[in-house]
């Protein structure tokens, strides 16, 4: 094989190398992307399988949980936009202990509104399912708002 052609050869490899890569690293990127689409999936799953739900339960869970979306990402959005007033304020009371403890009581109040919402969600959930789903639900529903896989050994 001449030198010219091994560097064809070299170049074209490397080249289709670099494309495998950017098409795994794509991927990769596009996987991690929207965590909430995992956990979503992950619902659905459970409620099918575990549950037993009907496609009328499924409808049902669906309705509920976008209207839950919406009022939490509506609290996460307003927590937000307060956040740069809150710090503007702590800055002008000159971080004081008092006005640190004020700041952080507020912020300990909205946790636990979103809390409140998504503890809401899964009674009205719970309500969804029948009378023997809602023994499994009670005594399995802790497994799958795990947000870490179980440790395998």
Known sequence: MS???KYKF???LTG???ITNIILLSLLFKQHNNPHRDR???MQQYLKNTLGFSPA???AYDKVSELNRKEVRAMFDSMN???EIRLQALA???FSDSAILAMTQISSNNQQLIERKILERFKKLRDICTAAQRNIFDTSIYKIMQRKPPHKD
């Open 3 to 5: 030198t010219t052609a």
């Open 10 to 12: 070299l170049l074209l």
């Open 16 to 18: 289709l190398l670099f």
């Open 40 to 42: 979503s999936a992950k």
């Open 57 to 59: 339960q499924i409808a």
């Open 81 to 83: 936009m307060q956040k």
């Open 92 to 94: 002008q009371q000159g």
